[in-house]
């Protein structure tokens, strides 16, 4: 029988080896071939060519600066210029404005870059692995110790029972003396918030005491109190200052006093001075000198009269807030000795309102005031109860531990539920084990995909930095052109002989950057057109290669002027040339090569994929499976910068170590299984 067995199990082995070995056989016919490739940091190179025609009169267009102003015009169209000519100016202060708000924003754009140039701190799971290792290895340990102790249960019972009487006794004599001290503590805690309510709202409780002493004085008919209690409500309305502002009034009151004697004291002096009949007095001399002295009485008279006024202002300021307490205390006495209740209800409102208002209280640190002193009544009935409870446990505890020890004295006790305990702290060690394992897993997963992230952290911050780079490098481009201005006080001269063809500046005129200057060389010019798509890269002042015709020689010229797209879409642009034999009407090759800015990731353009869901490459990753480590397409979506004719450059969390799917002999999706096709 044993023998047959051992036969079964050999031929069950071989049988699986076969099995694997037809299955890995099939996986290497049926599983898509890929050749794939890396990214990396470059240019790109576009490029341009094709035939324009020949035109006579070529025009050489001259740059203006969008929102600067013109300061001179020193031509006109249609005047004939030399190279050097002075054709106009732009306001040089505004250029130099302009110079100072670049250097703020190079300056601005220097340090985010010194800013995101700082190294960030990665994120590192590896002490949260570490942490995971050491709780499976306590928690294996406590295992053990959770089997021993079922096994060694009965035996130790009495002595650990003893113990844990013990420390139950130690425990309610703790759990007393801790009680005691946080109810103390809480009952204080309310007590210091009590203390601190009153506080904030004693100003309040002063100005009800001293009405309802006011009201009282009154309802007794005391005028000696009246007075008093009146009096110490006008000190608290002024915060202790009513002298001092019974003072500024009394000196108010003088100074409008000597303000009007003094504006009587001027008319008096005007009337006697003045001879009324002196207006009808056949002398113009005498009639001047009335006239004369009339205006210079009206202005005095003006003058003090403004003295007069402005000392009733501040009179009328200084008494208005006092009115407005007198008027308060009168009604509200007036209302108290006529006894009618509902008049002295409202009057009461108005009075303690008017006193209130001068308060300036801080609402918000009375509602704080209040919200500390209820939670802390409230803290304290929780920690009240909470020990109540505390207590009452650890009392039952001790007290059973008391009566197994009897029952253990007596062999009366029951050990079943001992061992139940102890069975059900190996089986909570077991859990425990098997958490702290998945805790591991989920560590070393976290791990992984932290270091994934850094990646792209890492990455993303290189694009900052990049991006930030190539801005203050155009800036500086900007700054190095108005530098160039400014040396030149603002000037810009014929960069080529010729006629004025175009002025469309203005003086004065702030420009858009569409106005056009133009020069007309009397040479020759190459008129070309392109599609706008193909047009993008390159601007004016890009060089390009021109062929004359003449054994394959080749003139270096540039871009002069980029019109706008017409209805088909193409743009026209032209380049000037230099002197030579051509004819009006034909045509000469022309190419065009541009290096692009360099971007941090280059793939090749075969790399890129597009499907409703957007543009994306799939990368080679292996993951898991029941035969081991298998190669599955993975799709990671990408932005498309911009590209060439070979090369795509891409923002995406890609690496220098992802392998880029470029091509494949089958057509393949996302979590398809491939293999790298290698060379040989």
Not at 186 to 192: G, K, L, S, T
Not at 376 to 395: F, H, M, P, V
Not at 421 to 430: I, N, P, S
Request: proline share 1%; hydrophobic share 35%.
């Amino acid at each position: 029988m044993e023998k047959k067995l051992k036969n079964l199990l050999l031929l069950f082995f071989a049988l699986m080896a076969l099995f694997t070995v037809v299955s890995r056989a099939a996986a290497s016919v049926m599983v898509a071939k890929v050749q794939t490739d890396t990214t990396k940091g470059g240019n790109l190179t576009y490029k341009l060519s094709g035939s324009g025609i020949l035109k006579e009169n070529g025009e050489k267009y001259i740059d203006v600066f969008e929102g600067f102003k013109i300061g001179k015009l020193y031509i006109e169209k249609g005047s004939k210029v030399e190279k050097g000519d002075p054709l106009f100016a732009y306001d040089l202060k505004q250029v130099k404005e302009k110079k100072s708000d670049l250097d703020k924003e190079l300056k601005k754009l220097t340090l985010q870059y010194d800013k995101s140039a700082l190294t960030a701190e990665n994120q590192d799971n590896s002490l949260d692995v570490a942490a995971a290792q050491l709780t499976k290895k306590g928690a294996e340990e406590d295992l053990t110790a959770a089997k021993k102790a079922l096994s060694d249960t009965k035996h130790n019972i009495k002595k650990v029972k003893q113990e844990a009487y013990k420390q139950a006794e130690l425990d309610y004599e703790e759990a007393e003396d801790l009680r005691e001290k946080e109810e103390n503590n809480a009952d204080r805690a309310v007590e210091d918030a009590a203390s601190e309510y009153e506080e904030v709202i004693k100003p309040e409780e002063t100005l009800r005491t001293k009405v309802d002493n006011y009201k009282n004085a009154v309802s007794a008919g005391n005028g000696d109190l009246i007075v008093k209690t009146g009096t110490e409500i006008y000190d608290f309305y002024y915060d202790g200052g009513y002298k001092e502002h019974l003072e500024e009034k009394d000196s108010a009151v003088e100074s409008l006093n000597r303000a009007q004697e003094d504006l009587a004291a001027v008319k008096a002096k005007w009337d006697k001075a003045i001879n009324v009949w002196d207006q009808y007095d056949s002398e113009e001399s005498v009639q001047k000198a009335y006239y004369a002295q009339v205006a210079a009485r009206e202005e005095e008279i003006k003058n003090y009269s403004r003295a007069v006024e402005d000392a009733q202002k501040k009179l009328d300021k200084i008494a208005e807030k006092e009115n407005l307490l007198t008027n308060a205390l009168s009604n509200y006495q007036n209302d108290i000795k006529n006894q009618l209740s509902e008049n002295q209800e409202g009057s009461y409102l108005i009075l303690y309102q008017v006193l209130y208002d001068n308060l300036k209280l801080d609402e918000t640190k009375i509602s704080a005031a209040k919200t500390k002193l209820a939670r802390s009544k409230e803290d304290r009935k929780q920690i009240k109860l909470g020990w109540e409870q505390k207590i009452k446990t650890t009392a039952l505890k001790k007290e059973k531990l008391l009566n197994d020890l009897q029952e253990i004295n007596k062999g009366t006790y029951d050990y079943t539920e001992d061992l139940k305990d102890a069975e059900k702290g190996v089986k909570e060690a077991w859990r425990t084990l098997e958490n702290a394992k998945l805790s591991l897993s989920k560590a070393k997963e976290s791990e992984q995909l932290a270091k994934e992230n850094n990646q792209v952290q890492d990455k993303s911050k290189a694009l900052d930095l990049e991006l930030l780079k190539v801005d203050i490098d155009e800036k500086k481009k900007e700054i190095s052109k108005i530098d160039d201005l400014i040396t030149k006080k603002g000037k810009v001269t014929a960069p080529v002989g010729g006629v004025i063809e175009k002025n469309e500046l203005i003086l004065g005129s702030t420009l858009t950057g569409q106005e056009k200057f133009t020069i007309t060389t009397g040479g020759y010019e190459l008129v070309i057109k392109a599609d706008k798509e193909e047009m993008k890269p390159f601007a004016v002042g890009d060089e390009l290669r021109i062929e004359t015709g003449t054994s394959g020689e080749k003139i270096t010229s540039q871009i002069e002027n980029i019109e706008l797209p017409d209805q088909d879409g193409n743009v026209s642009f032209t380049a000037l040339l230099p002197e030579g034999n051509y004819k009006n009407g034909g045509s000469l090759n022309y190419e065009i090569s541009k290096d692009s800015e360099n971007y941090r990731s280059c793939i090749p353009i075969q790399a890129l994929r597009q499907d409703s869901m957007g543009t994306y490459v799939l990368i080679v990753k292996e993951k898991d499976s029941v035969l081991g480590k298998e190669e599955t397409a993975f799709r990671l979506n990408v932005t498309l910068l911009s590209q060439d004719t070979d090369t795509a450059a891409v923002e995406a969390a890609l690496s220098e170590e992802d392998q880029v799917i470029t091509s494949s002999n089958k057509n393949i999706k996302e979590g398809d299984r491939v293999r790298i096709y290698e060379a040989e």
